[in-house]
Structure formats: structure tokens, C-alpha cells
């Protein structure tokens, strides 16, 4: 199947979702995490009944303003809060169990000083570097050629856009917060996207080997081969992934999500976006030789 | 029957899998109203003894606990010595977490940028907030002197301090059935005493903690047996603190709290059966998808598959590896990718197998397939490798949660090499031979 004269339309698609992914953080930003901003984050579920809003309002009579409330189910509320000392938690909860009149057991309780945020920014900022720089080498080393390299880890800054763009518009319209696991989803999905990419390119190298012939025709030769199994790969991954979401409880729900839109992305990005820069920077190349 | 043969080599993997499989269940397993037992591992050879037992160690995000990071303020330390006053710090949060008695704490310290923390892990805790305040406070004990007259008074510190205590015990006041903390003194500290009882009879003694005085009692005498008791308006609760604190010495620092997260044991626990039964759920589903896309070669990936499970748990439990909540995700996550090797070669083989004899093709179909599966794999590994960070590289995350994720994703990836190559071509190789005419 000729994948590759379509070219044109893949970019298409990928600048309309990463488009609507930097409109998203353009507009809105992200919303960040107590990880990042520093606050506190509290768990609670209460022994008897008591609405948000009453929640709410024995905490700010205390003097801490509730930047945000969500019920959780079960009877637990997820409170956020700007860092608290230790006394403000005692009172928090003494007021809360005094309001609600039963007993109230703190699921989770996180708080995160200022100095945190800036840290974990630089930290991760390391870590990509890191990881993007050891596939970059990897991948030039294993197909002797820049290209091949510098195209694989383009196509997964590709699949890093849309997740962050993607979660840009997940924040604003469904509360998803940037916190440390989704750092940690960000750096996996460097490698899901690699992996399949890898193993197109792998295609190629062993047709031009055997084969010959230009990298346009082996490109097409080398997706077609491999289309398959790429999909019924994330399918299996995507299976683990769903269920997670579905049944994995609050704490991981996000996380997953994370890895779900990055699985997808990575998916797309090997025969769609890796391959056909490749086959564009060759195209260019011979351009500029002939001319 | 040789012993490298396909047909052995499947049978000893089926009896590692069957040890791997007794390994990975839980403790206590209900079947049919009988209440059956794990045993674990107790072998004596002579004087050699191995005894392990083979439970789940679970992190503090499914046990429950508090994880603290406290910030040692080091400013007025030269900076050459700072290095060492923090780990002065460590060790005395150390002795005063285990003297408080909370079970396999862990107390490390961490540098990013001139900022030195200390990290404190405090497995099953419930209530931290004793335990912040006993590691948080300074317990900088002193005794001063009264100077002066009238209206002139005031204090004048001694060289008499909590580095001259041998002991600290919490007792009883006699007449007022108060808590109070009795103190043993050095040798030197005992003698340092005595002289200051000796210039100061008739006169108040105040006892200072952290720059606030706890109380001054009035020297009646001279004391000489080297030791004394501070009786402040305590609760037994502050007796017991101040106790473990004078006996675990005082920080070298002051430090303060600029992290903490506490997840509570129900919690946990829910996250944990969540969890599994999202495992549960997924599994069925790829197990599914395996037969329905590939037939009987599916059946046989599904064979690997579930090897690769109870492999990974027995490993888990064998290392171990502590399970954090990411940690379970990893594992789930290397349950979706530990098939794809075994796509890879079904996929190839499907493209040889018009071409040659059977057997013929599904080797070929494992060498070719071979080259992919290691480059993409040393990729993910590359980013487990970045994300677990085992030399302790300061300029990378160091987050207990995070680490998990990383090694049980790096150990999915190892065990699904073994299980997609070893156990699939194996298994298959039988199966193949068993179907010639």
C-alpha cells in the first residue's frame, strides 16, 4: 500500500490535535498539582453526611481559603488547600468531625512546601533531556544514521505535545492535574513511541539490505508489514490501560489516562509521523544534491 | 532424550512456573471452605539456614504510612562542614524514630542545589503528627544561671548541656503524680553539676529547651550524685518525647517540615483490591484478544503469558521489590507490552509461512524478529533506567513511587523477554512437530 503518499494528510492531522492541544495551553495553561505549586491535599471521608459547601465553610472560618472541593464517592471529599502547618490540620479536622457529628478519617493527606515545585520542574526537565538524548544516540548508533535518530525522537516530542496539549484541555474541562505521575507518564511514553517506531525501522533496514531500492518504496513496504502488529499491541496495552482507568481508583485514574493518550499517540506517530520525516528529510536531501 | 530438547526444556519450565506459582499466592487462600496455607521457605543444611518469608512487600501508598521530608537550615554552618552536620541529623532522627518504636522506618538525605534534606519514611503510622514534632524539634538542651540582682537579673548560659546526659527516663513526680524526665549525667557532666549546684545554692537553676525555659527549679543543696530531673508542666505523651529526644541527642540543625504525605491503611487496601481486580479484568481481556486474533498460536502466547505472571510475582516477592500503587500500574502495563513479542513473531510468521516448511519458518520467524524486539526493548529500558535512577544521581527525581514504576516496568520488560523467546518458541516448537505428517 502506498502510506506515503498521503503524507500531507498525516501532518494534517497531527498539527490539528497538537493545534488544539497549544490552544488549549495557550488559553487555559495547565492546571498544576499540589507537586508543583506547593499546598496541601486532603483525603477525608466522613462517618456521617455533611454537603461541600458546609465543608467548605468550617474551613475558610478557620482562615484557609478552599481553592478546590470534589466529592469523591463513598462519603470522601478530595479538599485542596494552600500549604497548612501542623496545628491548621488538627483544627481542620476538629471542626470538620465537630461539624459533621461523626467521626472523620483522613484517607490522604499531602502537603508540599513551595520550594518543591521549581525543583521537580528542573528535575524533570533533566530526566527528558536524558532520556530523549540516550534514544537520540541509541536509535543513531543501531541504524548508523542521524536521520533515523533524530526522526524517531521528533516523533516522540510529537506524541509529548499532544500529551501535554491533551492534558491542557483535559484540565479545563475535567479537573486533570499535572502532578509528579504524570511526569512519570511522560517520560514512559518516550519510549512506547520509540519502541514502535524501532521496530518499523527495523523493517527497513532489513529490506534495504536484501531488497534494495529507494526509502519511499521501502517505507510503504516496511508499514504495511508492520501494521498489524502495531495495532494489536496497543490493543493489548490498551486493554490493561482502560481497565485501570475504569477500575483503578482516584488515585491512578489520571496516571493511566496519561499513558492511554500516549500509547495512542504512539501508535500513530511510528508509521505516521517518524517515517514519513524520514522519508521527507531524504526527499530534501536529494533535492538540494541535485540541484 | 536430550536434555536441550524442546519437549525438556518446556517441561523444566513448567516446574519453575509451578515453584513461581506457589511462590506468588497469597498467605492464606480460601478453596471450598478449606483454609489452605502458603508455606514459606525454611531449609537448614548443616549450619547453613535460609529462611524467607514470601510476602508482597507493599509501599507506603498501599500500607499506609507518612513520608516526610524535612529541610536542614544550614546557614549558619561553615560550608565545608555542612555536609557533615546533616548527616549528624540523620543519624539522630534515626536514633529517636527507632527509640519511638515505629516499625522498619527508613531516614535518608538528599541534596538538589545547595538545599540538603533529609527524607524520613515512617511505614503504618497513623497519626504523624507525634512523630513530626519528635523528629522536627531541635531538643537543644541547656542549664543557665541567674546573674545579677533585683531588678538587673538575668540569664547567663552555662557549658552544662544535653551533650553532658548519659540517660533520660520519664518518671513519676512523687508527691504530685506529674510525668517528669529524669536525667543521668557523664562522669564530666556530673561534675560539671555539682560545681554549679555548689555556686548557685539557694537559687534558681532554669533548664532551657530550644531558647524556652521548661523550668526552674530552686537548688535546695549541693547535688552530687549526677543526676537530676526536670519537672515542666508535661503531658506523659511530651515527658515521652522530650526523653527520646535527649537520649537520641540533639540535632546538629534546626530543620523544618517542607514536605509530607500520608496515606491512610484503608486507603491503601482499597487501592490494593482496585487495583487487582483491574489486573484481573485486563488480563481476561488480552487473554482474549490472543485467542481471537491468533488462534491456537494465540493459546500458546496466553501459556507464555501467564508464566510471565507468576514469574514477575514470585521475583517480586524473591528481591524484593517494594510494590508502590505506580508500581502496580508498571507491572499491569508490562502485561500489555510482555505479548508483543510474541505478535512480532506471529506476525512474521504468518509472512514466512507460505514460503517454507513450517518448522522452517517459525525459526526463521524468531531470529528475524529477534532484531526488533531487543532494539525497541533497550529503548524502554533506557527510560526505566532514567526514571528509577539506582546510582541516586541528585540531579534526577528520587521519589519512592516513581522508582517502582521504573523497576517493575524494567523487570516486566526482562521477564517478557524470557517468556516471549524462551517459553513461546519452546512451546511452539513441540506444538509444530506434534502436527507433522
Sequence with gaps: MNWMKYRILYFAISATVIGAGIFGLVRWGLTFGVDFTGGASLEYKFEKSISTEAVQGKIEDKGVEVTSIQDISGGAYLIKLRSISQEERQGIKGVLEEASGGAVEELRFENVGPSIGPELIKKTFYALAIAAGGILIWVSLQFKSLKFGVSAVLATLHDSLVLIGGFALLGHFFGAEIDFLFVTAALTILSFSVHDTIVVYDRIRESQRRLGGNIFELSNKAITETMVRSLNNSFTIIFMLVALVLLGGTTIKWFAIALLIGTISGTYSSPFVAVPLLVTWEEIQKRLKRS | ?437
Design chain 2, 1 to 437: 532424550m536430550r536434555f536441550s530438547s524442546p519437549l525438556t526444556k518446556i517441561i523444566l519450565i513448567f516446574i519453575l512456573a509451578a515453584f513461581a506459582g506457589i511462590i506468588s499466592l497469597p498467605k492464606n487462600i480460601s478453596f471450598f471452605g478449606k483454609n489452605l496455607v502458603r508455606p514459606d521457605l525454611n531449609l537448614k543444611l548443616g549450619s547453613f539456614s535460609l529462611e524467607r518469608n514470601f510476602d508482597l512487600i507493599l509501599g507506603l501508598d498501599l500500607a499506609g504510612g507518612s513520608h516526610l521530608v524535612f529541610e536542614a537550615d544550614t546557614t549558619n554552618v561553615p560550608e565545608q562542614r555542612r555536609e557533615n552536620s546533616v548527616s549528624g541529623v540523620r543519624d539522630v532522627i534515626e536514633r529517636r524514630v527507632n527509640l519511638f518504636g515505629i516499625g522498619e522506618p527508613s531516614v535518608q538525605t538528599a541534596s538538589f542545589e545547595g538545599k540538603q534534606r533529609i527524607i524520613v519514611e515512617l511505614p503504618g503510622i497513623k497519626d504523624p503528627k507525634d512523630a513530626i514534632e519528635l523528629i522536627g524539634k531541635t531538643a537543644q538542651l541547656s542549664f543557665a544561671e541567674v546573674v545579677g540582682e533585683g531588678e538587673e537579673q538575668s540569664l547567663a548560659p552555662t557549658d552544662l548541656t544535653g551533650a553532658d546526659l548519659s540517660k533520660a527516663d520519664v518518671t513519676f513526680d512523687q508527691t504530685t503524680g506529674k510525668p517528669v524526665v529524669a536525667i543521668e549525667f557523664t562522669d564530666e557532666g556530673g561534675k560539671k553539676f555539682t560545681a554549679l549546684t555548689e555556686k548557685n545554692v539557694g537559687k534558681p537553676l532554669p533548664i532551657i529547651l530550644d531558647d524556652q525555659l521548661v523550668s526552674a527549679p530552686i537548688v535546695q543543696e549541693v547535688i552530687t550524685g549526677g543526676s537530676a530531673v526536670i519537672s515542666g508542666e508535661f503531658t506523659l505523651e511530651e515527658a515521652k518525647n522530650l526523653a527520646i529526644q535527649l537520649n537520641a541527642g540533639a540535632l546538629p540543625v534546626p530543620i523544618s517540615l517542607v514536605e509530607e504525605r500520608t496515606v491512610g491503611a484503608t486507603l491503601g487496601a482499597e487501592s490494593v483490591s482496585k487495583s487487582v481486580r483491574a489486573g484481573l479484568v485486563g488480563l481476561l481481556m488480552v487473554l482474549a484478544f490472543m485467542v481471537l486474533a491468533y488462534g491456537g498460536l494465540g493459546l500458546v502466547a496466553d501459556v507464555g503469558l501467564i508464566i510471565f505472571g507468576v514469574l514477575t510475582l514470585a521475583l517480586y516477592k524473591l528481591l524484593p521489590v517494594t510494590l508502590t500503587l505506580p508500581g502496580i500500574a508498571g507491572f499491569l502495563l508490562s502485561v500489555g507490552m510482555a505479548v508483543d513479542s510474541n505478535i512480532l513473531i506471529f506476525e512474521r510468521f504468518k509472512e514466512e509461512r507460505g514460503k517454507r516448511p513450517l518448522a522452517d519458518a517459525l525459526e526463521i520467524s524468531f531470529g528475524r524478529a529477534w532484531d526488533s524486539i531487543r532494539d525497541a526493548n533497550i529503548s524502554t529500558l533506557l527510560t526505566a533506567f532514567v526514571l528509577a535512577n539506582p546510582f541516586d544521581w541528585q540531579f534526577l527525581h528520587t521519589s519512592g513511587p516513581v522508582r517502582g514504576f521504573a523497576l517493575t516496568l524494567a523487570l516486566g520488560i526482562a521477564i517478557s523477554l524470557f517468556t516471549g523467546i524462551v517459553v513461546s518458541r519452546n512451546l511452539l516448537r513441540v506444538f509444530v512437530k506434534e502436527k507433522k505428517p
